[in-house]
């Protein structure tokens, strides 16, 4: 697959924008290799060429991309699982991660490099299913994050019985059920956490047991609850939009519960738009996303809905400009304060940044 050529000139250019998801990374070549062996899951192989184009996406990269024409005025780093550190206990090694990403966070706050906040919130990735080792990765998280730690989101959650979609990227069946994942899951707000989930449409009702159990908890569901379009579920759309709409109000229901809007451009979803040539316009992309991003604004609200890149990866069907000339033709109809809703504010105050937007 080619990179996307195509290219725009932003909208609505001084519409003030949170990214509410995005990551960094260096990826090695032998990383990159196992990605395209004939192995390798359908979610993998697919990745690959994307991934080998942005193997390097660091702080040039996130700045470059965020100064390209739009009014981003701060981004929110999601874990990736890069920088791990090499040596000392495995629990302790995601603290490495914290640590760059800080790093990063903390040459964009300079303003040697502009007004745009890179990384101004952290998620890290931390599994909840520690026992009683969590508490002390947790806070050695938050220490590293210099402030700007905000939330976890935990590992092996996203499942599916059928390994070729998710490959070794598959988690456990039912881990937001496990009981030691849910004492973990009580740390998070005692110790002011909010808790981001990548999952797969199925497990919605899953989420759904959670979010009431743990009522206090902020839950943010990534990428609209991942919809599928692949494997044994390609084809099926017309089938599974409604049991996946169904889902989304009843999590609706949950007030805890925030939705990100975007990653839509990952291959799991079977959507025209990944692989296209030539690429989607952003009216093209706007069209193909619409019924699932109206459909999650219509029953959160725009109060509870955020935009988000989910770059370098969602680069697979547009590049920074088009994919947020996308967000904001699906948001056209909306006030002048649901688009501050959904383009800054709830991801403002969900992660707590300190920002002026």
């Given at each position: 697959m080619s990179a996307p050529e195509h290219s725009e000139q932003p909208i609505a250019p001084e519409l003030p924008i949170v990214d509410a998801h995005h990551h960094l990374w260096l990826l090695p070549q032998a990383a990159l290799e196992a990605m395209e062996q004939q192995h390798a899951s359908l979610l993998e192989r697919a990745l690959a060429p994307t991934l080998r184009r942005h193997a390097r996406y660091l702080f040039d990269e996130l700045l470059a991309d965020a100064q390209s024409g739009h009014n981003v005025r701060a981004t929110l780093f999601v874990d990736a699982q890069a920088m791990y550190r090499a040596d000392g206990p495995d629990r302790m090694k995601s603290v490495g991660e914290v640590e760059f990403v800080n790093g990063v966070a903390a040459m964009s706050a300079s303003g040697l490099f502009g007004e745009t906040r890179l990384c101004a919130g952290i998620v890290g990735g931390v599994d909840l299913r520690l026992g009683d080792a969590l508490e002390e990765v947790l806070i050695a998280h938050i220490r590293?994050?210099?402030?700007?730690?905000?939330?976890v989101r935990a590992a092996g959650i996203a499942y599916d019985d059928d390994k070729v979609i998710l490959g070794t990227g598959s988690g456990t069946p039912h881990v937001l059920s496990h009981p030691v994942f849910r004492k973990g899951f009580g740390v998070l707000h005692r110790l002011g956490l909010t808790f981001d989930v990548f999952l797969l449409e199925p497990q919605l009702p899953e989420l759904i047991d959670l979010a009431q159990t743990f009522p206090e908890t902020t839950i943010i569901l990534n990428h609209l609850g991942c919809p599928l379009g692949v494997g044994r579920y390609a084809g099926k759309r017309d089938e599974s939009f409604p049991i996946w709409r169904s889902r989304i109000q009843a999590l609706a229901r949950c007030p805890n519960v925030l939705m990100k809007l975007g990653g839509l451009g990952i291959p799991l979803g079977g959507f025209s738009s990944y692989g296209a040539s030539p690429p989607m316009?952003?009216?093209?992309?706007?069209?193909?996303?619409?019924?699932?991003?109206?459909?999650?604004?219509?029953?959160?609200?725009?109060?509870?809905?955020?935009?988000?890149?989910?770059?370098?990866?969602?680069?697979?069907?547009?590049?920074y400009t088009v994919l947020w000339n996308a967000f904001k033709r699906l948001a056209a109809g909306a006030s002048d304060a649901e688009k501050e809703a959904l383009f800054s504010g709830p991801a403002t105050r969900a992660y707590r940044l300190n920002l002026v937007v």
């Amino acid at each position: 697959m080619s990179a996307p050529e195509h290219s725009e000139q932003p909208i609505a250019p001084e519409l003030p924008i949170v990214d509410a998801h995005h990551h960094l990374w260096l990826l090695p070549q032998a990383a990159l290799e196992a990605m395209e062996q004939q192995h390798a899951s359908l979610l993998e192989r697919a990745l690959a060429p994307t991934l080998r184009r942005h193997a390097r996406y660091l702080f040039d990269e996130l700045l470059a991309d965020a100064q390209s024409g739009h009014n981003v005025r701060a981004t929110l780093f999601v874990d990736a699982q890069a920088m791990y550190r090499a040596d000392g206990p495995d629990r302790m090694k995601s603290v490495g991660e914290v640590e760059f990403v800080n790093g990063v966070a903390a040459m964009s706050a300079s303003g040697l490099f502009g007004e745009t906040r890179l990384c101004a919130g952290i998620v890290g990735g931390v599994d909840l299913r520690l026992g009683d080792a969590l508490e002390e990765v947790l806070i050695a998280h938050i220490r590293a994050g210099g402030g700007r730690y905000r939330g976890v989101r935990a590992a092996g959650i996203a499942y599916d019985d059928d390994k070729v979609i998710l490959g070794t990227g598959s988690g456990t069946p039912h881990v937001l059920s496990h009981p030691v994942f849910r004492k973990g899951f009580g740390v998070l707000h005692r110790l002011g956490l909010t808790f981001d989930v990548f999952l797969l449409e199925p497990q919605l009702p899953e989420l759904i047991d959670l979010a009431q159990t743990f009522p206090e908890t902020t839950i943010i569901l990534n990428h609209l609850g991942c919809p599928l379009g692949v494997g044994r579920y390609a084809g099926k759309r017309d089938e599974s939009f409604p049991i996946w709409r169904s889902r989304i109000q009843a999590l609706a229901r949950c007030p805890n519960v925030l939705m990100k809007l975007g990653g839509l451009g990952i291959p799991l979803g079977g959507f025209s738009s990944y692989g296209a040539s030539p690429p989607m316009t952003s009216t093209q992309l706007a069209e193909e996303w619409k019924p699932y991003v109206e459909t999650a604004i219509e029953a959160l609200g725009a109060n509870r809905c955020m935009f988000e890149s989910n770059f370098p990866v969602d680069a697979a069907v547009a590049n920074y400009t088009v994919l947020w000339n996308a967000f904001k033709r699906l948001a056209a109809g909306a006030s002048d304060a649901e688009k501050e809703a959904l383009f800054s504010g709830p991801a403002t105050r969900a992660y707590r940044l300190n920002l002026v937007v």
